[in-house]
């Protein structure tokens, strides 16, 4: 869906590019034009070069706000994507919870009865020593 957005997006750059810019200029050549032949004088050289860096100018504020909006698109898609992961993740059981009992640990059963196995023969000892 994104994909089709976008291209239909750069399609109308396009277009509306191509009168942005040919609009100032061709207004400012009529403009031009119309002084020449009401005053008699040579200025429409100067009213096609503003007419020039006037659509220059709308170019590039056209393509500057069609490029921003395609990143505000972009970061839309992304946090609704990031946001149907979260919710997802809430259904899922959690995974720290487990089923099984915990086994008690193999190391410290082992130090515990050589540890118990100490204190007897202690003990025995100490009873053959006395008696």
């Known amino acids: ?11 109308a ?5 191509g009168l942005s810019v040919m609009t100032p200029i061709f207004l400012c050549i009529f403009a031009g034009y119309c002084v020449d032949t009401h005053f008699g004088t ?4 100067f009213f096609l070069i503003i007419g020039v860096l006037a659509g220059g100018r709308c170019g590039y504020q056209m393509a500057k706000m069609t490029v921003l909006a ?13 946001e149907k992961r979260q919710r997802e993740r809430a259904k899922e059981p959690d995974m720290a919870v487990c089923s099984k009992p915990k086994r008690p640990s193999r190391v410290r059963a082992a130090s515990e009865q050589a540890g118990r196995q100490e204190e007897k023969r202690g003990a025995s000892e100490r009873k053959d020593g006395k008696a």
């Open 1 to 11: 869906m994104g994909y089709k957005k976008q291209v239909f997006r750069s399609l």
């Open 13 to 17: 750059m396009v277009s509306q590019l």
């Open 42 to 45: 040579k200025t429409m050289i």
């Open 70 to 82: 395609g990143e505000k698109d972009e970061k839309k898609e992304k946090l609704q994507e990031w």
